[in-house]
């Protein structure tokens, strides 16, 4: 027992060790860790790492879509629904059935059952790769904002497909009319569990006296409820995580108080790198293991099997998105779009950020290994490799071309209006200004009794917007405090205002909420050590 807990301590390490490598390097960690991992894998100093197949998706995926989820910018993900969309559905729909024809086709007693259950493994892109790379090199938001938005959706469809797929092959059986309808069944339940157990817990965040660590205990709790909920119930687990992610996240400012956002966004940073470093970790640890569990499929014949299929993945998801443009300039003559003239530059990067990672692994390693009959299951090993070879060559080959790719297309941002040095000028200009005029406003009586809010007030017309950091004498008084408090939420408001301005990135909006809470811990924690 002692020797596996010092093993996963291990583990643990050397996961640390190749971040540490990857951030010297300047390459995405992923990609990083899924070479590293078969690299040590070669050494057999690690455990053999058993997780049940029918926890795999229950452990991982409800928590790294909830973060997901969670620092999604909503009116990016409004202002490009109908892209994302098409992306994360009828895209994933198309790209599954060429899976599955080609499998048929190129395998050896494969069946088109068997095609579809591989194409809902291999067909969704994985979020963490993409938006990890893209920090490396300048994209337009827009681009940033399609991939996030689609990754959160696609897994749904994917797993619903994969689903659907699986019964076909355990029960031989498959009516295309009674799929659709448990596909659209399946959505709509999803997101209206997920809403329904949001507003639960928007309930208990806003009405019941919880203290910081119960927030953070509750949102930890949350996307699993969720998964569990909508999953009992015969809708997608995935969308309903999504959906009350979002729905929870637009009304943080309202349900958590400055303490509980702090060590809620510390605690879920820590708890989605852990989980996304382990899975990209098991994905190298485990590629040996399924080679030797191939059995009569050779190994030549098992590579030439994933390479095809993983050409044909990035040649399709190519055509989809140069397709998807084309259709958007006929459309837009009928309707309003985001954008009627997408051109061919945006549509090669998003074909190209087409990394596969945690949701394809989780898929695949969730196939039980025996039917309900008891007999194996068809074709498993040779499906978990030729997942695993594609999420090798994905991650590897597009992954390290990206910023190639990227460089060579040269777009320009054609959202952008301010840069983000002017944004954040702009929003300080605004907390300022709004500051003064609600202290005139609303507390002219207080700053003429209270010399601190004086100060204050003169630092604010000096330009200094947040982060006065309380270090004059007498800062403790009341008055002074309960004042700036306020002071504090109407920036918060501000804020928010700000952020429904479409030239105004949601990350820098975020950044200085962030600030605000922890100009209002720092002067809670001198108050509280003045008593």
């Known amino acids: 027992m002692l020797t596996s807990v010092i093993e996963y301590i291990l583990l643990v390490f050397i996961i640390l060790f190749f971040v540490l490598l990857a951030q010297q390097l300047k390459i995405a960690y992923p990609i990083v860790l899924v070479l590293g991992g078969l690299l040590v894998s070669q050494f057999h100093f690690l455990p053999s790492i058993q997780i049940n197949p029918e926890l795999i998706l229950l452990i991982f995926l409800p928590p790294l879509l909830y973060e997901a989820a969670w620092y999604t910018s909503w009116k990016e993900f409004w202002r490009w629904r109908r ?40 067909s969704p892109p994985d979020a963490v790769s993409a938006t990890t790379i893209l920090k490396y090199v300048k994209v337009p938001k827009r681009i940033s904002a399609i991939l996030e938005g689609e990754s959160l959706m696609n897994d749904a469809s994917s797993l619903i497909v994969f689903s659907f797929a699986k019964t076909a092959v355990m029960t031989g059986v498959f009516v295309f009319h009674e799929a659709l309808g448990s596909f659209v069944v399946a959505i709509v339940v999803g997101v209206v569990i997920g809403l329904a157990v949001a507003v639960v817990y928007y309930g208990i965040h806003r009405w019941l006296p919880t203290s910081t660590q119960m ?50 966004a510390n605690t ?99 196939i ?21 070879t594609v999420i090798l060559l994905t991650l590897v080959v597009q992954g390290l071309t990206l910023p190639l790719v990227i460089r060579w297309v040269k777009m320009e941002d054609p959202d952008k209006v301010w840069s983000a040095e002017e944004q954040e000028e ?86 200085y909420h962030e600030l605000v809470d922890i100009e209002e811990e720092l002067l809670r924690m001198k108050s509280e050590e003045s008593e």
């Open 83 to 122: 892209v994302i969309a098409s992306f994360a559905f009828l895209i994933v729909v198309f790209t599954s059935l060429v899976v599955a024809v080609v499998s048929k086709a190129l395998i050896p007693g494969f069946t088109l059952a068997l095609g579809f259950l591989l194409g809902g493994i291999v």
């Open 215 to 264: 927030d953070v205990v509750l949102t930890l709790t949350a996307p699993y409820v969720m998964y569990i909920a909508a999953e009992s119930l015969h809708g997608s687990g995935v969308l309903a995580v999504v959906s009350g992610g979002l729905f929870l996240s637009s009304r943080s400012i309202r349900i958590l108080n400055y303490r509980s956002r702090l060590q809620g």
């Open 268 to 366: 879920w940073a820590t708890l989605g790198f852990l989980l996304n470093g382990l899975v990209f970790m098991l994905i190298g640890l485990e590629l040996p293991v399924i080679i030797r569990e191939l059995g009569t499929v050779s190994i030549g014949a098992a590579i030439k099997y994933g390479c095809i299929i993983t050409v044909a993945l990035i040649v399709t998801r190519l055509c989809c998105t140069l397709g998807a443009s084309v259709f958007t300039v006929f459309i837009s003559r009928y309707i309003t779009t985001a954008d009627n003239r997408p051109g061919w530059k945006g549509p090669i990067i998003i074909g190209w950020a087409g990394m596969r990672g945690v949701v394809s692994l989780a898929a695949a390693l969730s």
């Open 368 to 388: 039980p290994v025996l039917m309900n009959n008891g007999q194996p299951f068809p074709q498993r090993n040779l499906v978990l490799f030729i997942t695993f």
């Open 426 to 511: 702009k929003i300080r200009e605004a907390l300022v200004d709004h500051s003064i005029q609600y202290l005139d406003a609303y507390h002219t009586s207080d700053m003429q009794a209270i010399v601190e809010l004086q100060d204050l007030r003169t630092d604010l017309a000096a330009g200094k917007a947040i982060a006065i950091r309380h270090k004059r004498p007498g800062m403790d008084h009341e008055g002074y405090k309960n004042v700036f408090l306020k002071m504090l939420d109407h920036q918060r408001h501000v804020l928010h205002e700000l952020n429904k301005d479409p030239h105004m990135e949601h990350e820098i909006i975020r950044k």
